[in-house]
């Protein structure tokens, strides 16, 4: 038996990127894995689709509606999906605040709510939040993503706090840059892309971007029911750029 069989995971935005990953990681280790997205994207095959816009409190009771119809038990919940933002605190408008904090924050909220019912009835329930080397680290030109990924890392170890009495674990994980859909297109965007992704490259001490693929195997660390005493860990991800100080390649 693979080490997640029996169990039933929740991944939202499970269609592309690190999401992906994670549902087909979870799902080699034998979960049976639903994909929270606002579309298929790449999870046929891989998770079972149920729409969801996690910005949307209607949308995910929906979603978890739909969920509560197929399962009576929910082992795994990771709270992957969220949006990006570029600029300075200067360049933000009220609405950019809005609509990022709504999602990267709210959203962690408003899934994990609807999720506690049937969490609850686990035996080994886990939530791993997808966090970001920038709720640790300055970034230039990432003032709303950053404030949003500092409220999600402060946000776990809170509901790590009030869940450890019922049995939850609550985690994160917090990747560096990662070679993502999300980060070529912001590549694309460059004058120069390739030297662009170099110097993403290289400010991490690795020397290359963090892939999907590792994420997803720190994720499955964390909902793992073997590790059941961990819980408010943040765990990093990042090619040594949070902990390290090494001269520049």
């Given at each position: 038996?693979?080490?997640?069989?029996?169990?039933?995971?929740?991944?939202?935005?499970?269609?592309?990127?690190?999401?992906?990953?994670?549902?087909?990681?979870?799902?080699?280790?034998?979960?049976?894995?639903?994909?929270?997205?606002?579309?298929?994207?790449?999870?046929?095959?891989?998770?079972?689709?149920?729409?969801?816009?996690?910005?949307?409190?209607?949308?995910?009771?929906?979603?978890?509606?739909?969920?509560?119809?197929?399962?009576?038990?929910?082992?795994?919940?990771?709270?992957?999906?969220?949006?990006?933002?570029?600029?300075?605190?200067?360049?933000?408008?009220?609405?950019?605040?809005?609509?990022?904090?709504?999602?990267?924050?709210?959203?962690?909220?408003?899934?994990?709510?609807?999720?506690?019912?049937?969490?609850?009835?686990?035996?080994?329930?886990?939530?791993?939040?997808?966090?970001?080397?920038?709720?640790?680290?300055?970034?230039?030109?990432r003032a709303i993503y950053s404030a949003s990924k500092g409220a999600v890392q402060s946000l776990t170890l809170a509901m790590a706090a009030d869940l450890i009495h019922e049995g939850i674990r609550v985690n994160c994980v917090n990747p560096g840059t990662a070679d993502t859909p999300w980060v070529a297109r912001l590549l694309d965007l460059a004058q120069d892309p390739a030297a662009e992704r170099s110097a993403l490259?290289?400010?991490?001490?690795?020397?290359?971007?963090?892939?999907?693929?590792?994420?997803?195997?720190?994720?499955?660390?964390?909902?793992?029911?073997?590790?059941?005493?961990?819980?408010?860990?943040?765990?990093?991800?990042?090619?040594?750029?949070?902990?390290?100080?090494?001269?520049?390649?």
């Amino acid at each position: 038996m693979s080490e997640l069989t029996g169990l039933t995971a929740v991944v939202t935005g499970a269609g592309s990127g690190i999401g992906l990953s994670t549902a087909e990681n979870l799902a080699a280790a034998g979960a049976r894995v639903f994909g929270l997205d606002l579309n298929l994207g790449e999870m046929n095959g891989v998770a079972e689709w149920i729409l969801c816009d996690i910005g949307s409190s209607d949308s995910v009771a929906e979603a978890f509606a739909t969920l509560a119809s197929e399962v009576s038990v929910l082992d795994i919940l990771v709270n992957n999906a969220g949006i990006g933002a570029v600029g300075s605190v200067e360049d933000a408008t009220d609405e950019e605040w809005a609509n990022v904090l709504n999602v990267n924050v709210v959203g962690i909220a408003r899934v994990t709510r609807a999720a506690l019912p049937l969490l609850r009835a686990s035996t080994a329930a886990a939530i791993v939040n997808t966090c970001s080397i920038a709720a640790t680290v300055g970034l230039p030109q990432r003032a709303i993503y950053s404030a949003s990924k500092g409220a999600v890392q402060s946000l776990t170890l809170a509901m790590a706090a009030d869940l450890i009495h019922e049995g939850i674990r609550v985690n994160c994980v917090n990747p560096g840059t990662a070679d993502t859909p999300w980060v070529a297109r912001l590549l694309d965007l460059a004058q120069d892309p390739a030297a662009e992704r170099s110097a993403l490259e290289q400010r991490q001490p690795s020397g290359r971007l963090v892939t999907s693929v590792e994420v997803a195997n720190a994720i499955r660390f964390l909902a793992s029911p073997h590790q059941q005493s961990i819980t408010g860990t943040v765990l990093a991800v990042d090619g040594g750029m949070d902990g390290l100080r090494v001269p520049p390649r």
